[in-house]
């Protein structure tokens, strides 16, 4: 369907469109929320440098990728960090003894591990709507107001958003001492990618606002 735009509908459209802006950062999902604990025994080493980061899960590709992330980030303040499996044969279980070698051989002075405490999921629907784009088949703008344009339809869609609560501890080497927890809930995100961007930012920030690193 072809139409030319007024004065009147280019304001209708704009407003339109400003609404549809604010229902968006209105929709936004909740910041990272990060709580943290000192333990009884904790050392007097920090902050640490040396850091080797393990995640706990069955799901190796998210291993992978949340290790890397998280050693990125503390990497990115001025400490030494490993992604444990990187140092480890592929599919090795993760124990104290298993962990504990790779310790010896990067001489790290903190152990970093993380563990999914709970996955929430949850779905968005999205309504069809209509929209309207400039026809490049048609004539030139008559002037600022009036042009050919078009009208599509976008179909209705299901958007997926997870909500995911870990857990991070911190071990000193030395004793294998627990120094330090933290609890880390990232809200409504669509992929696993958002998930782990955005919480070892917010570790990496904790962590370093309360000086356990670099």
């Not at 007024?6 to 990272?32: H, W």
């Not at 990728?65 to 050693?71: D, K, L, P, V």
């Not at 400490?79 to 010896?104: D, F, N, Y």
């Not at 929430?120 to 042009?147: H, I, L, S, W």
């Amino acid at each position: 369907m072809k139409r030319s735009i007024t004065a009147y509908s280019l304001i209708g459209m704009l407003t339109a469109l400003a609404a549809v802006l604010l229902i968006g950062l209105a929709g936004c999902s909740r910041p990272t929320q990060v709580t943290s604990t000192w333990h009884e025994h904790s050392a007097t080493g920090r902050p640490y440098g040396k850091i080797l980061v393990v995640g706990v899960t069955d799901n190796s590709n998210q291993r992978r990728r949340f290790e890397n992330a998280m050693a990125s980030v503390l990497e990115s303040g001025g400490s030494t960090a490993w992604a444990s499996h990187t140092l480890m044969p592929s599919g090795q279980e993760l124990s104290r003894e298993t962990v504990g070698k790779v310790v010896e051989s990067t001489d790290a002075d903190a152990v970093l591990v993380t563990r999914l405490v709970s996955h929430e999921v949850t779905g968005e629907e999205v309504d069809a709507r209509t929209g309207v784009k400039t026809n490049p088949q048609g004539q030139k703008a008559y002037n600022f107001f009036r042009y050919d344009y078009d009208e599509y339809e976008e179909a209705a869609y299901l958007i997926i958003k997870n909500t995911v609560k870990l857990t991070t501890d911190i071990y000193e080497t030395g004793q294998g001492e627990l120094v330090y927890s933290l609890e880390t809930t990232t809200f409504e995100k669509e992929s696993g990618f958002e998930i782990i961007d955005e919480a070892t930012h917010a570790l990496g920030d904790r962590l370093r606002q309360d000086r356990v690193v670099r």
